[in-house]
């Protein structure tokens, strides 16, 4: 159990550490996630390239090298113009949010559902579509909003397992005196 608890005390303190830095640098950690999604192309590109030449027949062949050549340009355009892909991030995002959004006010007005369950849809649903009007019209403030997101959110997550790890350490003796 002792490995247990270390593991997570240095995950949780990985993760305050993590959400610190992306809160106090959200422009930096918006820069992260690009060079990561290029990473991620690059490595799909490889992965494309790899199933192509496994395959049987010409077909499969040239479409998984035409996909490897896609990947290779998503990776090359988000390292060399990484403001224009975290702006696309966001923007897909910001539809996402609107997607969202409209369908949880539709279903908020679909039977079957009790009052306080629409209220709740309709209210979910209505702040969705707000954040896709606001990361559609200011999606540089969008994305630097998500890296704060995130950083707030691996602050939790790491104080967290902290808490998670300190009840366990609690929860060991006990456990040992049976």
């Known amino acids: 159990m002792k490995n247990l608890d270390s593991t997570l005390i240095w995950r949780g ?13 959200p422009g930096i950690t918006v820069g992260a996630f690009v060079i990561l999604f290029a990473v991620y192309a690059f490595l799909a590109a490889g992965l494309d390239a790899m199933r192509a030449f496994q395959s049987q027949s010409a077909g499969p062949v040239a479409g998984r090298l035409v996909l490897a050549l ?39 007005f679909s039977a079957g559902e009790s009052a306080g369950e629409r209220a709740l849809l309709g209210l979910t649903g209505l702040i969705s579509v707000a954040l896709g009007v606001v990361f559609a019209i200011r999606p540089d403030v969008g994305a630097i909003t998500i890296a704060e997101v995130f950083g707030l959110f691996s602050i939790v997550a790491g104080i967290s397992t902290l808490v998670l790890s300190a009840n366990l350490r609690s929860v060991t003796p006990s456990l040992a005196g049976r």
């Open 70 to 108: 896609l990947d290779v340009a998503a990776g090359v355009v988000a390292l060399v113009w990484p403001d224009i892909t975290a702006l696309a991030l966001t923007l897909l995002i910001a539809v996402w949010a609107f997607v969202i959004g409209f369908l949880e006010v539709f279903f908020a």
């Open 13 to 25: 303190l990985l993760a305050i550490l993590v959400g610190v830095i992306a809160v106090a640098w």
